[in-house]
């Protein structure tokens, strides 16, 4: 079993940065693909960006590519989300999560309790 606790949420201005980490516990972690995804008020939720489990492959919603980085540090358990050039339409409470397997963009097996970003224009 995996836990997951993000932080590093915020309000920022539109064309502003922030850094999104995610803090796992759990024995299997290195085992998993890990990502994030979001979920603004009254919407989907969305998948965001995923990485493999050895860290040298991504994958980045078209939404997202080009502005966000994922990275992970499998000897401190922990997973990172830089967004850059952020928009108003970023806003979201972003989980990061477990993914049940590469390319199952939105099935996870476990997920924190989120972070909020607020994007302003």
């Known amino acids: 079993q995996v836990q997951l606790v993000e932080s590093g949420g915020g309000l920022v201005q539109a064309g502003g940065s922030l850094r999104l980490s995610c803090a796992a516990s759990?024995?299997?972690?290195?085992?998993?693909?890990m990502g994030w995804f979001r979920q603004a008020p009254g919407k989907e939720r969305e998948f965001v960006a995923a990485i493999n489990w050895s860290g040298d492959i991504t994958y980045y919603a078209d939404s997202v590519k080009g502005r966000f980085t994922i990275s992970r540090d499998n000897a401190k358990n922990t997973v990172a989300l830089q967004m850059n050039s952020l928009k108003p339409e970023d806003t979201a409470v972003y989980y990061c999560?477990?993914?049940?397997?590469?390319?199952?963009?939105?099935?996870?097996?476990?997920w924190g309790q989120g972070t909020q970003v607020t994007v302003s224009s």
């Open positions: 759990g024995r299997t972690f290195s085992s998993y693909a």
């Open positions: 999560a477990a993914l049940n397997r590469w390319g199952n963009w939105d099935a996870y097996d476990y």
